[in-house]
């Protein structure tokens, strides 16, 4: 007599739910409403896509999609090593542009030399914490505001409007960045901007 086969199949295990985080520090209101200008400014140029006013932020890591069930693991190895830091702060002040203003590519408000050392130690730090844990690490690090992104090839009336806007604000200060905590953040994409939320938080001393 022939063995009866199984009435239904294994079942494939679920696929773990994954988020799309970065480790980041916020801006303060102050400091936002300081970009504001600059930014509507870079929205009369049809070229230029402007960073919405809520979504600045200085990012330290991009980690792209993580398991949701890594989380814990992750807060817990960046809690520490943050910890070890002392509160700083940075001076927003100035704008710049990666690709240079001959070939822009990324727009951003830079920071005063005053405390960039610092960030940087303190960003080298989770970077270690991070690639311990097996996520890959951006080698170059430049702190920095993103402004605006550069869609498609400029003509010569964008580029001369980038131009102008550039000599504007290329010296002017923004305003103090506190640097009190760290923070995981989640982006969520759809229709629109992206929304971002606040997963984990990291005090420095």
Avoid at 78 to 86: Q, W, Y
Avoid at 109 to 114: E, K, L, R, S, V
Avoid at 175 to 187: A, T
């Amino acid at each position: 007599m022939e063995k009866s086969r199984s009435a239904s199949a294994a079942t494939p295990e679920a696929e773990p739910e994954r988020w799309r985080l970065f480790v980041a520090i916020e801006l303060p209101d102050a400091l936002r409403q300081a970009l504001r200008e600059p930014l509507v400014e870079l929205a009369r140029i049809d070229e230029i896509r402007p960073s919405p006013i809520e979504q600045v932020h200085l990012t330290l890591h991009f980690l792209g999609h993580v398991d949701v069930d890594r989380i814990g693991g992750l807060a817990g190895a960046l809690k520490p090593v943050v910890a070890r830091h002392a509160a700083f702060s940075l001076e927003a002040r100035g704008v710049n542009a990666f690709g240079g203003m001959r070939r822009p590519r990324v727009l951003w408000a830079a920071f005063a030399d005053a405390g960039v050392a610092t960030v940087k130690s303190l960003r080298a730090d989770t970077a270690a914490a991070l690639a311990a844990l097996g996520f890959q690490v951006e080698p170059d690090f430049r702190p920095h505001l993103t402004l605006g992104r550069v869609r498609r090839p400029m003509p010569t009336a964008a580029r001369q409007a980038l131009r102008r806007w550039y000599e504007a604000w290329k010296d002017q200060a923004f305003g103090r960045l506190p640097v009190r905590r760290v923070d995981l953040m989640r982006s969520q994409l759809g229709g629109g901007p992206a929304r971002h939320s606040t997963v984990a938080r990291f005090e420095l001393q």
